[in-house]
């Protein structure tokens, strides 16, 4: 049986599939970030794939992020008998539906905010968690850009400095690890409108970028992001320390678009995957004492 790459499997409708070997290496570079974060100390979680949308919009997801927003709603029994799913239009109409209450979030650092809301955490906590994450684009394109995709997130809640000093620390990890894997990458401010544009957060955002990503060619892989302490206010997160709000900050891994980089600089996904392999090898040598970069 001869598979269709992972490129190309529904990339007109941004839900590709992934064959064993891009399986293998997702799981690969998933274990490694995972990794990165339980040595420094995070807890495993698992978050739900879907959110209150009225938890989202009370943390301005739908006033921020509108053109990537994706929401769910049940059918509306009732009406759905008199207006049925359409062949035509391949869709359900609005009308057969109840009001859609359950939003997709685009990140998976959402659900870890609204998991602590109104909860004292220590000044140096750290989760880590991955996630199906959702966002509506304007066109979709293989691994790149796609409506449903996974993201390994490792993120901080607690101290204004440890929140600073978690991405400074995965920064370095980053740019170790691609140099490792021969993957030249750029790093660059976001423009993500995170706060609403008209805010006094906005203004600073503009003067003190809050999001930088890392670029291989255009296409931007990770990223490492500070909310300063927004979510701490909005979720009631406070310190255990002080009881002020908490400052967050977080790492994320867009998995897919790794698995294109790699791919495209490798030429393939077996040496992609070897690559992959001799680093995180090399690592483990260089922790235990044996020569290897420590990544």
């Known amino acids: 049986m001869t598979l269709t790459t992972p490129e190309t499997v529904g990339e007109t409708r941004g839900l590709p599939t992934l064959g064993p070997e891009a399986t293998r290496l997702l799981r690969l570079l998933d274990d490694t970030f995972e990794g990165w974060g339980v040595a420094a100390g995070a807890r495993p979680m698992t978050m739900p794939p879907l959110l209150p949308a009225a938890d989202l919009a009370r943390l301005d997801y739908y006033d921020n992020f509108p053109h990537q927003a994706v929401v769910a709603a049940p059918l509306d029994l009732e009406r759905r008998a008199t207006t049925p799913f359409s062949a035509d239009t391949g869709c359900f109409p609005s009308e057969a539906l109840e009001p859609a209450a359950l939003g997709l979030p685009s990140a998976s650092c959402y659900a870890v905010y609204l998991t602590h809301q109104g909860t004292r955490v220590?000044?140096?906590?750290?989760?880590?968690?991955?996630?199906?994450?959702?966002?509506?684009?304007?066109?979709?394109?293989?691994?790149?850009?796609?409506?449903?995709?996974?993201?390994?997130?490792?993120?901080?809640?607690?101290?204004?400095?440890?929140?600073?000093?978690?991405?400074?620390?995965?920064?370095?990890?980053?740019?170790?690890?691609?140099?490792?894997?021969?993957?030249?990458?750029?790093?660059?401010?976001?423009?993500?409108?995170?706060?609403?544009?008209?805010?006094?957060?906005?203004?600073?955002?503009?003067?003190?970028?809050?999001?930088?990503?890392?670029?291989?060619?255009?296409?931007?892989?990770?990223?490492?992001?500070?909310?300063?302490?927004?979510?701490?206010?909005?979720?009631?997160?406070?310190?255990?320390?002080?009881?002020?709000?908490?400052?967050?900050?977080?790492?994320?891994?867009?998995?897919?678009?790794?698995?294109?980089?790699?791919?495209?600089?490798?030429?393939?996904?077996?040496?992609?995957?070897?690559?992959?392999?001799?680093?995180?090898?090399?690592?483990?040598?260089?922790?235990?004492?044996?020569?290897?970069?420590?990544?």
């Open 122 to 295: 220590a000044d140096d906590t750290l989760v880590t968690i991955c996630s199906w994450c959702f966002r509506k684009e304007t066109h979709y394109e293989g691994m790149r850009r796609q409506l449903g995709f996974r993201m390994r997130e490792i993120v901080a809640l607690g101290g204004r400095e440890h929140a600073e000093n978690h991405l400074a620390e995965f920064t370095t990890r980053i740019q170790s690890f691609a140099k490792a894997l021969d993957l030249p990458l750029s790093r660059e401010a976001a423009c993500d409108p995170f706060f609403d544009k008209g805010s006094s957060k906005a203004v600073l955002q503009r003067l003190t970028p809050v999001k930088h990503e890392f670029l291989y060619e255009d296409l931007a892989i990770a990223s490492v992001n500070t909310h300063r302490n927004f979510f701490g206010e909005r979720c009631d997160i406070t310190l255990e320390s002080t009881g002020g709000p908490a400052f967050t900050s977080c790492v994320a891994f867009g998995l897919e678009r790794w698995l294109s980089a790699l791919t495209r600089r490798h030429g393939g996904w077996e040496a992609a995957t070897r690559a992959v392999l001799d680093v995180t090898r090399g690592a483990s040598a260089g922790a235990s004492g044996a020569a290897g970069p420590v990544i």
